[in-house]
């Protein structure tokens, strides 16, 4: 590495190409990122950027920077030498494919770092990413696929998706979630989702759009079919923020929203689970749902989660729906037959409040119905 980084100082082009195709290429983890900085390899990276006009040189040393940045200390060493400003400026210019590919894997990089979020988030800034091909046909949709990645890592509070929505950030994801890449609806749903998190009362402008509500009721249907662990967790996740403005989840309820879900507990997966416990709890809230969970058979699979996962927010969730479930009887006895009590008496020792009360109600409403049922046997005696 110490030669490539010496090669990479010097004044011939082509050897310089060759060293940060090297970089580009071979730096796959923390340890080689921070190697580069501490043998000054991140300064020449940087200062090979003012060669934008070689541009097989420049996709090599965008993509450098790229991998570079998957350590904090790096993208420290890039914001004090201003690397986002002169990444952000290459994308006033005319660029391959490849080359805003990199700058925009980078990006997400820097900003999670308040400074460097704080910066795209400059109007001019927001314009010139949200100005990007929606199609990028040399990569497939990989650039569309950052720029929602892009816009998720951004988008952590009320006032930075309050800045981005005046770029119509909602409408560009829900464009992104109707083409069958992969990566693109996962990374367009994640965004979505943190955007209806952090703008209150956002779930409820959906509300008339009928057309997005039956296209993820497809997208949740269709997600059932697909092995992308990614899709299936987001798409529950966006289910979830949209359920919770009440048309919404009744609009997606009379669209085969309780079947769907019923479908995608068949699942090893702890982030699924997570995602798709919370979206049956909340739809829980739709009354008619509670009884149709039940005969869809959603009980012993959450009641599995809580037994087989040791990741407490599955936990949560699984418990949290459970504990909305108990609005029907038959349900509760699911629970107790499919052995529900023990792994709820370890819920109840957690250090998570919520998830105490959650189980301690379902705790107690089948400890109710074992002693009605006992009543019962010992009157017909």
């Given at each position: 590495m110490r030669n490539i980084i010496k090669n990479l100082q010097t004044n011939n082009e082509e050897l310089q190409?060759?060293?940060?195709?090297?970089?580009?290429?071979?730096?796959?983890?923390?340890?080689t990122c921070d190697l580069v900085r501490k043998i000054q390899g991140l300064q020449a990276l940087v200062s090979l950027l003012g060669k934008a006009e070689n541009k097989k040189l420049l996709t090599a040393v965008t993509g450098a920077i790229w991998k570079c940045s998957a350590s904090t200390k790096n993208v420290a060493f890039f914001q004090k030498?201003?690397?986002?400003?002169?990444?952000?400026?290459?994308?006033?210019?005319?660029?391959?494919?490849?080359?805003?590919?990199?700058?925009?894997?980078a990006l997400i990089e820097f900003v999670q770092t308040p400074e460097n979020r704080a910066a795209v988030l400059q109007p001019e800034i927001l314009k010139l990413i949200m100005d990007l091909p929606l199609e990028s046909y040399e990569v497939d949709w990989a650039l569309s696929?950052?720029?929602?990645?892009?816009?998720?890592?951004?988008?952590?509070?009320?006032?930075?998706?309050?800045?981005?929505?005046?770029?119509?950030?909602?409408?560009?994801?829900?464009?992104?979630?109707?083409?069958?890449?992969?990566?693109?609806?996962?990374?367009?749903?994640?965004?979505?989702?943190s955007f209806l998190k952090n703008i209150k009362g956002s779930a409820g402008k959906i509300r008339n759009r009928v057309r997005f509500l039956l296209?993820?009721?497809?997208?949740?249907?269709?997600?059932?079919?697909?092995?992308?662990?990614?899709?299936?967790?987001?798409?529950?996740?966006?289910?979830?923020?949209?359920?919770?403005d009440e048309y919404n989840l009744g609009g997606l309820s009379h669209l085969g929203l309780v079947s769907s879900l019923a479908k995608l507990t068949d699942t090893n997966d702890d982030k699924v689970r997570r995602y798709v416990?919370?979206?049956?709890?909340?739809?829980?809230?739709?009354?008619?749902?509670?009884a149709a969970?039940?005969?869809?058979?959603?009980?012993?699979?959450l009641v599995n989660f809580l037994k087989e996962s040791k990741d407490?927010?599955?936990?949560?969730?699984?418990?949290?729906?459970?504990?909305?479930?108990?609005?029907?009887?038959?349900?509760?006895?699911?629970?107790?037959?499919?052995?529900?009590?023990?792994?709820?008496?370890?819920?109840?020792?957690?250090?998570d409040e919520d998830l105490q009360m959650f189980a301690a109600d379902c705790a107690e409403k089948i400890r109710l119905l074992v002693q009605k049922a006992e009543k019962i046997r010992k009157a017909m005696k």
């Open positions: 190409l060759c060293c940060a195709t090297s970089i580009f290429k071979f730096v796959d983890n923390k340890e030498c201003n690397t986002l400003e002169t990444l952000v400026a290459l994308l006033n210019a005319p660029q391959s494919d490849y080359v805003l590919f990199h700058i925009t894997k696929a950052n720029v929602a990645k892009l816009l998720g890592a951004c988008a952590i509070d009320e006032e930075s998706v309050a800045t981005m929505e005046q770029f119509n950030v909602i409408h560009r994801m829900c464009v992104h979630l109707k083409f069958s890449d992969e990566d693109l609806q996962a990374s367009s749903a994640w965004t979505l989702s296209l993820i009721a497809d997208l949740l249907k269709s997600s059932n079919n697909c092995s992308n662990i990614e899709v299936q967790a987001s798409i529950c996740c966006l289910v979830s923020e949209l359920i919770k416990a919370k979206a049956i709890g909340l739809s829980c809230h739709f009354e008619q749902n509670i969970f039940g005969e869809a058979g959603v009980t012993v699979p407490t927010s599955v936990h949560h969730y699984s418990a949290m729906a459970l504990s909305e479930l108990c609005g029907e009887q038959d349900n509760i006895i699911d629970m107790h037959k499919a052995g529900a009590l023990k792994p709820l008496i370890e819920c109840m020792k957690s250090d």
